[in-house]
């Protein structure tokens, strides 16, 4: 089956230390996204990227980088830069631009210890 | 700039009784869609519906209904005769047809909780 591919789901890292969390899809998919998720808050948007080896900001991207090597992954790291980190994160991935659908990783957990 | 508001935060209900979710979006753009998603506590978004901004025709899916008023720039969704499974967060989102990156911006989310 066609989906995204998240993981770990749970992941704890020491305050100091760069962190990178795997998306990976195989829907044949040209954009991809990775969105933040705080307690009680809504998705904000780090980077997107709607093609491979081009990649953009989102709204909250200091403290993240991407790299889209491959149309199927597109890992996000968390780098010590990064002040708060601890938050829930999603990846996404859309066929292209203007066509209005979606799809959804399970998300991964990341907790700073 | 697109923004997208919930300001219901949490909405706490009886089993059987109906819950509104109220929705509003801000966008200088003519051509977009909005959306409904729903977080159960799982984690991952399950999509519920896309609405395409030239379509304002109100929509009806077994106990979820939606109604767009552009006039208001509102997605309101309605669940009728709640059930415990409803139990979720709910969020509102909209992307433009036209800009790039295809990119969704989302509420803050409604938290529902249906006790039995």
């Known amino acids: 089956d066609g989906g995204i591919t998240q993981s770990p789901k749970y992941l704890f890292r020491k305050e100091g230390q760069n962190v990178t969390l795997s998306c990976e899809q195989n829907?044949?998919?040209?954009?991809m996204y990775w969105y933040r998720q705080d307690p009680g808050q809504g998705l904000r948007l780090i980077y997107y990227s709607q093609i491979v080896n081009d990649f953009q900001k989102g709204d909250i991207a200091e403290g993240y980088s991407v790299s889209r090597e491959k149309k199927e992954s597109f890992p996000l790291t968390v780098t010590s830069a990064q002040k708060n980190p601890t938050a829930f994160y999603l990846c996404?991935?859309?066929?292209?631009?203007?066509?209005?659908?979606?799809?959804f990783g399970s998300g991964t957990r990341l907790t700073v210890v | 700039a697109q923004k997208v508001t919930q300001a219901q935060t949490e909405i706490s209900v009886v089993e059987k009784e109906d819950v509104t979710l109220d929705c509003v979006y801000e966008t200088r753009d003519t051509t977009y869609y909005l959306f409904w998603y729903k977080q159960p506590p799982s984690g991952e978004l399950v999509f519920l519906i896309r609405r395409n901004s030239f379509d304002e025709q109100n929509e009806i899916s077994g106990r979820y209904s939606w109604n767009f008023q552009k006039s208001t720039s509102s997605f309101n969704f309605t669940i009728t005769a709640s059930q415990v499974v409803d139990s979720a967060v709910y969020f509102c989102a909209l992307s433009n047809i036209k800009a790039a990156g295809n990119k969704l911006t989302f509420g803050g989310g409604t938290r529902v909780l249906v006790k039995p």
């Open positions: 996404a991935s859309s066929i292209g631009p203007r066509t209005g659908g979606y799809t």
């Open positions: 829907l044949n998919h040209d954009a």
